[in-house]
């Protein structure tokens, strides 16, 4: 902000799960990535339908 830059967005909320799976292969029911979503969004106190963009 004091330097003048432009913002280009925010991080409102994250999250982060393990499956104990496997580190590069996570479980094929994706369990581990819908929990992780689903925490962020809460954490960011948002619904989906608010998200117009996911780095994942």
């Given amino acids: 902000m004091r330097r003048g ?3 280009l967005g925010r991080v409102a909320g ?4 393990s499956d104990a799976t496997h580190l ?6 994706g369990r581990g990535l ?3 979503a689903t ?5 960011a106190g ?3 339908s608010e998200v117009d963009y ?3």
């Fill in 14 to 17: 994250y999250a982060s799960t």
């Fill in 5 to 7: 830059a432009r913002i």
């Fill in 34 to 36: 819908s929990d992780a």
């Fill in 24 to 29: 590069t292969a996570p479980h094929r029911d």
């Fill in 46 to 48: 948002t619904a989906a």
């Fill in 54 to 56: 996911v780095n994942a």
């Fill in 39 to 43: 925490g962020a969004l809460r954490e």
